[in-house]
Structures are given as C-alpha cells and as structure tokens.
C-alpha cells in the first residue's frame, strides 16, 4: 500500500505543475507586481501536513505577486496566548497585511481589532475569528462538512448504533483536553464541524452519540481519548474524527486494537490517512483545500492593499473521500498538492 501512494505522489507532482496555472489563473494584469508587500502568515501550528500545504499555498502565490511572506505558528494549536503575541509582533513589525488561521475564535478578536486600529487588514483563513474588523474569510465550511461526515458514518453504520466522536479544541480556564463542555472559547472550525455533525446525526433515532471527546494538538494525546472511548462504551460502532491530528490518533489506536468492526470517517488528507483509508482502517476521510487557502488568503490580500474589492466569505469547499473516488483526476489535486 505504501509503494501506491509513492507512486500516485510522483505522478501527481507532475500532473500538478502543470494544473496550478489553471487552477488559479495567471497574474491578473491589473494586479501590480512592481513593489514588494509584506504579509505576514499566522497558522495555529508549526508543524502537521495541512498547515504545511497551506503554506505552500501562500508561498506559491507570494511568488506570483512579489510578497515578502513571513510565516509565524506556535508549537501547539491550544497556545492561544504564543498566538496573540505574534498578532501584536506583526502589528508592531508593520506588516502590510496580516493573514490569520484563529486557535480561538473569540481568544484572537482584541488582537485583531488592535491590528485594524493600526491600519493593518486582516485576512482569516481556515478559521474565523470574532472580529468584524476582518476584511475577508478564506476557508471551507465547518457545518457542512461536519454533516458530510456524518452522512456517510450513518450510511455505513446502517441508521442505528452508537457513535463516539473526537474532536479539537483548544485550553482555556474552564476546558481542559479531554472535557466534555462547549468549546464556544475553541476555534470557531471545531464547534462548526461539530454542530454540524449533530445536527444531522438527529435526524436518526436510533443513533446515539455517546460521548464526544477534545484534544488539543498531540496526536499521543488523542490515541489516549480514543483508548478511553472505547474501553467506556464497548458496544461503540462508529467514530467520526474531526481535524489532523485526532484522525491520526485514532486510526493508529483502532488498527492496533484490531476493532476492523469499527467504522470511522476522518478529517484531512494526511499520508498516514491515506495509508489508514487503504488498509481499511477508515472508510472515508473529509478533506479541505489547504493549497488553496493559503494561495487564496495571499492573493486577496495583495487586492485588499491594491484597493480592490475582495470577497467577505471565499468558501474553498470539502469532499468526502473514499476508496473508490480518491483517484479521480478532479480529486487527485487535492490529495497531493506536492508543487515545489
């Protein structure tokens, strides 16, 4: 299984120098490239294969248009306060444009409106933040894709039966990791995705979701949620993962549990994922378009500072992906967006 997905990762990095054009169009002639902008990039984490594309998406685009692009992320997705003290760094460096993926929806808001009180547009990619002062959101929708999640779980399981799920949050004063409260400090992604899941799940009487768990960004930390999870409800037939790095977690306990009796659907195309998805570990897994995020965020900024109207909400979409669509040529951009 692992000599497909090298195989596919060659032959799509071809594939992709070539599509990225058409994908994004070239450089807008009225978009001038004679300056050199500064915007600076500020993830939820350092490291993780989604945030990795997506800053290659961004870099791709600060190429195109002559950005001086200045990546800046925490080791942690729950270091909220690390986060906010590169908002204020970039403010205080005069960065023509700050590009924000919010740990905490309401946890970056002050920052934010500092940042546009000192004439610096911000940009949210990925996930919201609870400021009206942002001038456009790049991203995909969390509802939406919570309920495809959800679809397909139930489909597999039939209509009936308990369902677990892990999602993301971040630390704050009344949640720590692995608590069961509302998660309405967290980022605003993970609370989408959730409500969406919910909701849908609703509809069926006989599904019960048993218990819902949250872990920051340690994938030991959420292999152990997933141990408690099933150890506390034996009879758990389905688990739905909602971000990186619980899909990891939990795939990696499930496979060595041997619970193949299990079905679970998860959140991002990582190569560990694709790797679970062909083993049969997970049965479908929700991906976003973090190359397109970052170039998107990037581009739209450089329109912002052109004085252009840009779009307040870009949604760049999700697809469930499974075994049987993942190599479809429309898909296969998404799944390994290897441009270097």
């Known amino acids: 299984m692992r000599s497909l997905r090298v195989w596919l990762t060659i032959l799509l990095c071809g594939v992709l120098w070539i599509s990225v054009s058409s994908c994004f169009n070239a450089s807008p002639a009225y978009i001038s490239t004679s300056k050199t902008r500064?915007?600076?990039?500020?993830v939820k984490m350092n490291k993780g294969d989604y945030w990795n594309t997506l800053k290659l998406g961004a870099e791709a685009a600060a190429k195109e248009f002559n950005v001086n692009l200045t990546f800046k992320a925490p080791d942690s997705e729950s270091d909220i306060e690390e986060q906010i003290v590169m908002v204020e760094e970039s403010i205080k460096e005069k960065a023509d444009v700050i590009i924000l993926a919010a740990s905490s929806y309401m946890g970056l808001a002050q920052v934010v409106d500092q940042a546009?009180?000192?004439r610096i547009p911000v940009i949210s990619v990925d996930a919201?933040?609870?400021s009206a002062r942002v001038r456009s959101y790049v991203g995909s929708n969390g509802y939406e894709a919570g309920q495809k999640s959800a679809e397909r779980l139930i489909e597999l399981l039939k209509g009936y039966g308990e369902i677990g799920i892990l999602n993301f949050t971040n630390s704050s004063p009344d949640q720590g990791p692995g608590s069961t409260g509302s998660i309405d400090y967290g980022a605003r992604d993970a609370d989408e995705?959730?409500?969406g899941f919910l909701n849908y799940a609703a509809r069926y009487p006989n599904v019960k979701v048993v218990q819902i768990s949250y872990t920051s960004s340690s994938t030991s930390e959420a292999e152990s949620l997933t141990r408690e999870m099933l150890e506390e409800h034996p009879g758990l037939r389905g688990i739905a993962t909602l971000n990186e790095i619980a899909s990891q977690g939990a795939a990696k306990v499930i496979q060595s549990a041997g619970k193949g009796y299990l079905k679970m659907i998860a959140f991002d195309s990582s190569p560990s994922m694709m790797e679970s998805l062909q083993d049969g570990t997970v049965q479908a897994t929700v991906i976003q378009n973090p190359f397109s995020n970052g170039y998107l965020a990037v581009k739209y900024a450089v329109e912002a500072l052109e004085g252009m109207d840009i779009p307040e909400r870009v949604d760049t979409g999700t697809k469930l992906i499974d075994l049987e669509n993942m190599l479809w040529p429309e898909?296969?951009?998404?799944?390994?967006p290897f441009v270097r």
């Open 128 to 130: 919201e933040v609870g």
């Open 116 to 118: 546009a009180y000192s």
């Open 331 to 336: 898909n296969q951009k998404l799944l390994f």
């Open 193 to 195: 995705r959730e409500k």
């Open 38 to 42: 500064n915007i600076h990039l500020v």
